[in-house]
DNA sequence: CGGGATCCTTCTTGATACTG
DNA sequence: CAGTATCAAGAAGGATCCCG
């Protein structure tokens, strides 16, 4: 089962390879899209679920996120017409097999984030990759 | 040498685990972190090289990028005193370590691109996951 | 050739208020 | 509970000018 989509159209081939590279790091480099699937990665979960499991998100965010989500086939929405309202998300199995991508950055992160860390506080020492810090308040 | 860094440090624990998520998200999810990154996963290159090799960019974002990565130490950067100026970029270990998960997923992309598509196609012929108004023509 | 500084426009995001 | 609609702030990105 699972993804039994055959691929028989001419979609498999990509004029630039970094479009398509562009195009999945604009699916899921937004700010909330990664951390919903991960949440949704236990199982289906309602509005209010992910709300709560995703501290500092705003119901803007969330709806939008989810939109995006469903309509690129990662995740389904069922809405249950019951008295008390009740929507519930789950991932599909495209979503689902997005998970071990992601996982695979997450364990690089959780690997080499200390590193990442003190390079970044010797440069500051060194200067090395300085922006424009430090440099005053009247940029904007 | 390499990444001889010994891992010793306090830095294994994190209090949410959502937060380091977003921390590499931050890193390698803005536009051209990636491409920069897998454009130089052949080998060092000139800064004119890297312009012409990322269509689209700018010398504003390139730089930027550039210094971000040389500051989480994920790439080096050689400034040879010329007469015509050179500076060479070239991916450190850590640097190289990433793209193996970069690649993952880019694997996903390459797999699931055309589901994608479709999916969302699909979707706007039923409305399911459709933003605001019939924008059709702004959508992406 | 490489890149710093600045201006300006667009996109993203969060807060708020309202609906079903 | 589960959204929708609108507004304002801020960040991101691009174009341009200038310098070493």
Redesign the pocket.
């Known amino acids: 089962m699972a993804s039994t989509r055959q691929i028989s159209g001419p979609c498999q081939a990509w004029p630039e390879d970094s479009a398509f590279i562009r195009e999945v790091l ?1 699916r899921i480099g ?3 899209t990664v951390l919903t699937i991960s949440t949704l990665s236990a199982g289906s979960l ?6 709560a499991s995703i501290p ?12 995006h989500l469903e309509r690129d086939g990662l995740i389904t ?1 069922t ?1 249950y017409a019951e008295v ?6 789950e991932l599909t199995d495209l979503g689902r097999s997005l998970i071990d991508a992601v996982m695979a950055m997450v364990d690089w992160a959780a690997t080499h984030h200390c590193e990442i860390a003190s390079n970044r506080a010797a440069s500051e020492l060194t200067g090395v990759g300085r ?2 810090a430090a ?1 005053s308040a009247s ?2």
Do not use: N
């Open positions: 604009d937004d700010k909330w309602r509005y209010s679920d992910l709300q500092g998100i705003s119901q803007r965010m969330l709806t939008q996120t989810l939109k929405r809405a008390p309202p009740r929507v519930e998300y922006a424009k440099v940029a904007g």
